[in-house]
C-alpha cells in the first residue's frame, strides 16, 4: 500500500544552509514519480533497480541548490529496511554519520520519514526539511514488458478525505507530527545492523 506523495518547493526552506544532504526513501517516492510522469516504475537495463522518475527529480534538485551556490550530496539506506519509516538503530547511526559537515537534511519521503531523519540528528542542530506532502494512496497494476521493464498499469490514487492539501498546513502538521513523536521515543540499547548505502557527492 505505498503512500502517494508529490514534491514541493523546499529551496526557501533551507535558509541560509551551504551544504544540504537529500535523504531519499526507494519505497514509495520512485512508485509515485513513476505514475506522475507515466514512465517505467523499472527500467533494469537503463536505471538497475532505481526509478528513472525519481533519480531525475533527485538530479533536478541538486541542480537547483547547486545553482545557489549549495553544496549537495545524496543518500539512501537500502538495508536491512529500505522503508525509512522503520530504521534500525544501526541506520540511526549511519543517517547521523552521513549528515556530518551538513548544514540541512532535505527528505524525499513521507511524514515518518521525516521523523527517522529527525530522531537519527537529535541535538546536532542539522535541519529537516520535509520535500514531499501527502495526497493519497497508491493503487496500480504492475505489469512487465520485455526485455526489462516494469509498467504500472490501471493506475489509481486513493485520496483521503482527511489528507490536507495545503502546503503550508502540511508543514505544520509534519513539525507536530515529529514533536510527538520524540516526545514518545522510548532509549533501547543499540543493534547490530548488517546493512548498505548508496552514497553520492
Given amino acids: 500500500m505505498p503512500l502517494h506523495l508529490e514534491p514541493v518547493d523546499v529551496m526557501d526552506d533551507v535558509g541560509d544552509a551551504r551544504s544540504v544532504l537529500i ?3 526507494p519505497v514509495c517516492p520512485p512508485v509515485s514519480l513513476a505514475m506522475q510522469t507515466d514512465t517505467a516504475w523499472l527500467d533494469i537495463l537503463r536505471h538497475g533497480v532505481k526509478t528513472g522518475a525519481f533519480d531525475q527529480l533527485i538530479d533536478e534538485l541538486r541542480t537547483s ?3 545557489r551556490g549549495v553544496r549537495t550530496g545524496t543518500t539512501t539506506l537500502y538495508a536491512p529496511s529500505p522503508m525509512m519509516c522503520i530504521w534500525t538503530r544501526g541506520q540511526q547511526r549511519r543517517m547521523r554519520r552521513r549528515a556530518q ?9 513521507c511524514e515518518s520519514a521525516a521523523v527517522s531523519v529527525e530522531r537519527a540528528l537529535d541535538g546536532t542542530g542539522c535541519r529537516v526539511v520535509l520535500a514531499m506532502r501527502l495526497t493519497g494512496l497508491t493503487n496500480a497494476l504492475a505489469r512487465f514488458e ?7 498499469a490501471e493506475k489509481a490514487i486513493i485520496a483521503d478525505a482527511d489528507t490536507n492539501t495545503d502546503a503550508d498546513a502540511d508543514a505544520d502538521t509534519d513539525t507536530a507530527a515529529i514533536a510527538d513523536a520524540d516526545s514518545t521515543v522510548a532509549a533501547s540499547g543499540p543493534a547490530d545492523d548488517r546493512s548498505s548505502e548508496v552514497v553520492t557527492t
Fill in 23 to 25: 535523504v531519499a526513501c
Fill in 65 to 67: 541548490f547547486n545553482d
Fill in 101 to 109: 559537515g551538513h548544514d540541512a537534511v532535505v527528505v524525499l519521503g
Fill in 146 to 152: 520485455r526485455p526489462s521493464r516494469v509498467l504500472l
